[in-house]
């Protein structure tokens, strides 16, 4: 039962937005218009609202909360239900998560400490009750004290998908880099520091790209791109030309079209989201030009820039503009809707459901691995279909949850998502945590994933 801006649930409560989304549940921000105060629901998904396992975790979950009085660990009000949709009524705590307190920027060593102290207070209290290993998603408010705040106290194996931060037996916050494992027991990078050298490569192969671009020329452009190369224009579609000469940018059409003479990147709004050594996601702004040098287009698109032999190119492009006339409230359904694809997808994959994770997809469907490589499965019969068994042989698998899911690009009929999914193991423990971007379409009434752009690992103990 996703919840939208303006429904009311159990009665009293007005939906005002969605705060995060897991495989346990999905989080909004709400008005409770008896007691006129904000509140943050959480909602059972309706696919374990039959499972009695499901249900009696969720129940523990609240009358545990329900146990803990502590500064450092957010209060529940009380358990609702609406139309057999039961959800938890919590305190509503403002501001900022540590993941992305931590992006900007490592924490000076006073203020770690303080968060640290402050962290394994709460959990103290929350052990006290209920001995466990503890997945935590902290909130730093923002006034100027520091207060970090568990929402959500359980036993590793059972962490909702929403989290965003896991503290088990090493944090280094004052690099900003989270363990979770033994100390230098596994790899680990730090994703928001990027490669540097990487995203000027990049920026050099925008610059050749649109270079070639104004040359008006398929076969001089085609030299600033890297082969299979795909088009992400949103609605469901996706271009895949598979060698050059299967490229064309119809430039005699958009003379005809529009009266086209040139093109520029802004590269003053040049931004990379994620970077490796190997590929580049980033966005810049661009501007299309008649033959008096009359801008008639501005916008905005989004790249990713790989690398090979032969050196960087482009390899994937999608329209990044919003709509000007997008009003908040719609870009709220519409981040809701492609973000109920990915949960739905996640739903299946930890239930093992093969087919369940294929009809949460839109084909043809593309995934781009860490080195840049890229299949292409042109139907649901082409899958792509994920050996559980394999996973669970090889790896130890036992879940995965979604550690950040933030939308980037928004349009009416496509999201990117900027995503971090980790896998675990039956004790508990994580073995592999991705940074990873998504790109989520609407073809008619139907949202689902349509590119899987996967970064390096941030932490990998799979061989472990």
């Known amino acids: 039962m996703p919840l939208t801006v303006g429904d009311r649930f159990a009665g009293h409560f007005d939906v005002a937005g969605v705060l995060g989304a897991g495989g346990m549940g999905d989080v909004y921000r709400a008005r409770d218009t008896r007691l006129n105060r904000d509140v943050a629901l959480k909602l059972l998904p309706d696919a374990f609202a039959a499972d009695r396992d499901r249900l009696a975790r969720f129940q523990r979950e609240a009358e545990l909360l329900a146990s803990l009085n502590h500064p450092n660990i957010a209060q529940i009000h009380g358990i609702e239900e609406d139309g057999g949709v039961r959800a938890l009524v919590l305190e509503l705590v403002d501001g900022q998560t540590l993941e992305r307190r931590i992006a900007r920027g490592p924490l000076p060593l006073h203020e770690a400490l303080a968060v640290a ?33 568990l929402a959500g106290s359980r036993s590793a194996r059972e962490t909702i998908s929403m989290m965003n931060i896991n503290l088990d037996t090493a944090a280094v916050l004052t690099l900003g880099l989270l363990v979770v494992a033994a100390p230098g027991a596994a790899q680990t990078r730090d994703a928001a520091a990027g490669d540097e050298a990487a995203e000027t490569a990049a920026r050099q192969a925008l610059e050749a790209f649109i270079t070639q671009w104004n040359t008006g020329d398929d076969a001089s452009l085609r030299r600033a791109m890297h082969f299979p190369f795909a088009t992400v224009p949103g609605g469901g579609a996706l271009i895949v030309d598979d060698r050059p000469e299967d490229f064309s940018a119809g430039f005699d059409e958009m003379r005809a079209r529009e009266g086209w003479s040139r093109s520029s990147f802004d590269f003053d709004s040049y931004t990379v989201l994620r970077s490796s050594p190997d590929k580049v996601h980033a966005t810049i702004g661009f501007s299309r030009y008649r033959a008096d040098d009359a801008a008639y287009r501005t916008s905005r698109v989004f790249y990713i820039v790989t690398r090979r032999d032969d050196g960087w190119a482009i390899q ?149």
Request: proline share 7%.
């Open 316 to 464: 994937l492009r999608a329209p990044a503009g919003e709509p000007e006339d997008l009003q908040a409230g719609e870009r709220a359904e519409i981040v809701a809707g492609a973000r109920r694809a990915v949960l739905d997808f996640f739903t299946a994959f930890n239930t093992g459901d093969v087919d369940g994770t294929v009809e949460t997809l839109n084909h043809p469907h593309l995934f781009m691995t860490p080195g840049g490589g890229f299949s292409v499965a042109g139907s649901a019969g082409d899958g792509p279909r994920p050996d559980f068994d394999r996973m669970r042989r090889d790896e130890g698998w036992h879940m995965s949850t979604i550690d950040a899911l933030e939308p980037s690009v928004v349009t009416r009929n496509k999201v990117h998502f900027e995503l971090t999914f980790s896998r675990w193991r039956p004790d508990g423990t994580r073995y592999w945590t991705v940074p990873a971007l998504w790109i989520v379409t609407r073809a008619g009434d139907h949202w689902g994933i349509q590119v899987r752009s996967l970064m390096p690992a941030t932490y990998d103990a799979r061989g472990m």
């Open 117 to 149: 102290t402050q962290l394994a207070d709460g959990l103290e209290a929350s052990h006290e009750e209920r001995p466990s290993r503890t997945v935590i998603d902290t909130r730093l408010p923002t006034a100027t004290r520091m207060q970090p705040v």
